[in-house]
């Protein structure tokens, strides 16, 4: 029900707005997901909090050697193969600090372990019959992977219950908002309303699109789409090169972030085509 700014909650006020809504029939249908899209939309969250818990172990980790001066003189890349050879041998002078870095460090190994047991999970469950085809074509997009394509799935169920692929992307809170009155237009930032676990993982995908190159596709992406339908893969190569040149051209005028959000928007808007096979609305 909607809510007025700073607006208590009393049950006059909640019976009032339940009986307005009835007598104008304002209230609008709830998707609700089956058991097994919410078994794997929770396993993919999971993992997904693991994954941020290597990064912030990642991050103590390097702070710990900053606050007690050592520097990584190799490559100015952390966590590479240099740098990882280059903890393992790293001590200190104090034996409590030791002890502290050696016990991030078996954290940090315990979470990939984990995290790659998790993924190869995700793969099995992208292979179900319920699942592998409609993976297999989001997959075919820059950026997308067996992870990001299962929970998007996962997430959003029935793409159909959107009518077009702007609701969609609204949805997902990546449209701008707005402020204005009268002759006063007034653009916001994106609304950040819905889901945004599926907000997230797209945005990170959208950022695949400022390193590719258009007109090359890499070995990866095309062993990706290998398998697919003839016209899924010509309609995704499309939308892959239409998203690489847009990204460049907003990038060329405004700063990286929005225009790493507006390629998001567009790509959402390119999952929903291919899932509800409405590619032809949104080019």
Not at 39 to 46: C, H, N, S
Not at 95 to 109: G, H, K, R, S
Not at 150 to 159: M, P, R, Y
Request: overall charge positive; aromatic content about 10%; glycine content about 4%.
């Amino acid at each position: 029900m909607p809510k007025a700014p700073n607006e208590r909650k009393t049950d006059y006020r909640d019976a009032a707005k339940i009986a307005r809504c009835l007598a104008y029939n304002s209230y609008r249908n709830v998707y609700i997901p089956d058991a097994e899209d919410e078994a794997v939309k929770e396993y993919i969250r999971m993992r997904d909090n693991t994954k941020d818990h290597i990064k912030q172990l990642k991050q103590r980790i390097l702070a710990l050697c900053t606050r007690w001066r050592k520097e990584f003189n190799g490559t100015k890349k952390c966590w590479t193969v240099a740098h990882m050879k280059w903890l393992q041998h790293l001590e200190f002078d104090n034996p409590v600090a030791q002890e502290a870095f050696d016990e991030y460090v078996i954290q940090l190994n315990e979470a990939n372990t984990r995290l790659k047991r998790y993924d190869e999970r995700i793969e099995k469950w992208a292979d179900l019959p319920r699942y592998a085809e409609k993976v297999a074509r989001l997959t075919c997009f820059c950026g997308i992977k067996t992870h990001v394509a299962l929970a998007t799935i996962a997430e959003v169920s029935d793409f159909n219950r959107f009518p077009n692929a702007n609701r969609f992307a609204s949805y997902l809170g990546l449209v701008p908002g707005e402020y204005s009155s009268g002759n006063n237009i007034n653009r916001l930032g994106i609304t950040k309303q819905g889901n945004s676990h599926i907000r997230k993982l797209l945005t990170e995908a959208a950022q695949c699109y400022a390193r590719a190159l258009p007109g090359r596709p890499s070995a990866e992406l095309l062993k990706r789409q290998r398998g697919n339908d003839p016209k899924v893969i010509s309609c995704a190569n499309k939308g892959n090169e239409r998203l690489k040149r847009k990204y460049r051209s907003i990038a060329a005028r405004k700063p990286r972030p929005l225009a790493v959000i507006a390629t998001a928007r567009e790509l959402a808007c390119f999952i929903w085509g291919m899932m509800t096979d409405h590619l032809e609305q949104v080019y």
